[in-house]
């Protein structure tokens, strides 16, 4: 199963793809064939094109970093939000006294 989402933006198009199957994020930035990969880290790979040019990203195992990805922000949201709460706590109590 596919996902797919294309944004254009003048006149070049990206093309965003997520195989559910291989779990493996794909983002085409040229409509061009790939003739080879360089590995960047163990999941990220650069899709290079026939002209020698980087045509697109590969992100394996997807969906275990777009879920490391959401919980890192959530948590950091939490955090955020303790510090507020701390903050809150503390101009209430400074405002008593």
Do not use: C, P, W
């Not at 955090?79 to 503390?90: A, L, N, R």
Request: charged fraction near 35%; glycine fraction near 6%.
């Amino acid at each position: 199963m596919f996902l797919r989402a294309v944004k254009s933006q003048n006149k070049q198009s990206i093309k965003v793809e997520l195989n559910l199957e291989d779990d493996i994020l794909y983002i085409k930035v040229k409509d061009e064939n790939v003739k080879g990969l360089i590995k960047m880290t163990e999941d990220l790979y650069l899709e290079v094109g026939e002209s020698g040019n980087i045509v697109g990203i590969q992100l394996r195992n997807a969906k275990k970093h777009i879920v490391e990805g959401i919980a890192h922000r959530v948590k950091k949201l939490i955090e955020e939000s303790g510090d507020i709460e701390e903050k809150k706590d503390k101009e209430i109590s400074d405002s008593i006294t």
